[in-house]
């Protein structure tokens, strides 16, 4: 089992930043591929990062590239996403995810476990 704990989210103006942690506990985190994900009202959860359980690979969606960063410290069992240039359209719940396997994919599907989520809220 392992256990996923969010947290960094809040409000902040449009063209801001936050980054999210999450907290892995449970099975060896560095066997782990991570994930984000988030989830606006009304609309189905979606996919914004993935990394390897070695870090050499990341993927992001479209809508995030070049904005949003993630990143795995295997010596704090945590992982992060740096959200730079935040916009209205970022606005929903961020959800962090493990895969017990090295690659990143980018569906639900794919994880085995997920966090409870943190609430990103952008104002214009």
């Known amino acids: 089992q392992v256990q996923l704990l969010e947290s960094g989210g809040g409000l902040v103006q449009a063209g801001g930043s936050l980054r999210l942690s999450c907290a892995a506990s449970?099975?060896?985190?560095?066997?782990?591929?991570m994930g984000w994900f988030r989830q606006a009202p009304g609309k189905e959860r979606e996919f914004v990062a993935a990394i390897s359980r070695t870090s050499d690979s990341t993927e992001y969606a479209e809508s995030v590239k070049g904005r949003f960063t993630i990143s795995k410290d295997n010596a704090k069992n945590t992982v992060y996403l740096q959200m730079n240039s935040l916009k209205p359209e970022d606005v929903a719940v961020y959800y962090c995810?493990?895969?017990?396997?090295?690659?990143?994919?980018?569906?639900?599907?794919?994880?085995?476990?997920w966090g409870q989520g943190t609430q990103v809220t952008v104002s214009s």
């Open positions: 449970g099975r060896s985190f560095s066997m782990l591929a």
């Open positions: 995810a493990a895969r017990q396997t090295s690659m990143v994919v980018p569906f639900t599907r794919g994880y085995d476990y």
